[in-house]
T-cell receptor, first 111, second 115 residues
Framework: NAGVTQTPKFQVLKTGQSMTLQCAQD?????MSWYRQDPGMGLRLIHY???????DQGEVPNGYNVSRSTTEDFPLRLLSAAPSQTSVYFC??????????FGPGTRLTVT | AQKITQTQPGMFVQEKEAVTLDCTYD???????LFWYKQPSSGEMIFLIY??????QNATEGRYSLNFQKARKSANLVISASQLGDSAMYFC????????????FGQGTELSVKP
């Protein structure tokens, strides 16, 4: 049972480049979400999904796109990376009531 | 909108003593859950304890307990018999069950355990 997996673990981008952060879970959770964590701060919700085909914006959605074509996968797309998007990104999944299970995180640096 | 406030950016505690980490919340929903997570320096998020808004008894999990005061909208984490391995960031979070499980975090408290 892998839980929540994220790839890559580390990524360096140049300003203006695009990329997709991958997230997958094998617990059949309906709810998935993406957070970013800046140094010394808490986790801020970027986008979330309550099921396949359904996504919504969180607290800091600008500059990011998501889609949810399957229950298992929830990729996060950066269309045109900016230095302000340098952060650690966490993907998480849960059922509606229970705890959220987090992936190991992706450390992204935009130069 | 939901909000979590953690007013203690940093805390120190002597090894083997108890420590309380404060958390207050704001929500207009009646059905919600409160969560505490630990984030050690290695970066992973570790679930510690959960309290549902309708739970009448305070939650406990080993050395962790949650002091839930619904009228005051507070959900403080109590760690008993602190250990050096408890040194980490601690985050309080709220999930509204009317909003599909969206989890909102506070800013966190950095706990340092002194030998």
């Amino acid at each position: 049972n892998a839980g929540v997996t994220q790839t890559p673990k580390f990524q360096v981008l140049k300003t203006g480049q695009s990329m997709t952060l991958q997230c997958a879970q094998d617990m059949n959770h309906e709810y998935m979400s993406w957070y970013r964590q800046d140094p010394g701060m808490g986790l801020r919700l970027i986008h979330y999904s309550v099921g396949a085909g359904i996504t919504d914006q969180g607290e800091v959605p600008n500059g990011y796109n998501v889609s949810r074509s399957t229950t298992e996968d929830f990729p996060l797309r950066l269309l045109s990376a900016a230095p302000s998007q340098t952060s650690v990104y966490f993907c998480a999944s849960s059922d509606t009531v229970g705890e959220q299970y987090f992936g190991p995180g992706t450390r992204l640096t935009v130069t | 909108a939901q909000k979590i406030t953690q007013t203690q950016p940093g805390m120190f505690v002597q090894e083997k003593e108890a420590v309380t980490l404060d958390c207050t919340y704001d929500t207009s929903d009646q059905s919600y859950g409160l969560f505490w997570y630990k984030q050690p320096s290695s970066g992973e998020m570790i679930f510690l304890i959960y309290q549902g808004s309708y739970d009448e008894q305070n939650a406990t999990e080993g050395r962790y307990s949650l002091n839930f005061q619904k009228a005051r909208k507070s959900a403080n984490l109590v760690i008993s018999a602190s250990q050096l391995g408890d040194s980490a960031m601690y985050f309080c979070a709220i999930k509204s069950y009317n909003q599909g499980g969206k989890l909102i975090f506070g800013q966190g408290t950095e706990l340092s355990v002194k030998p």
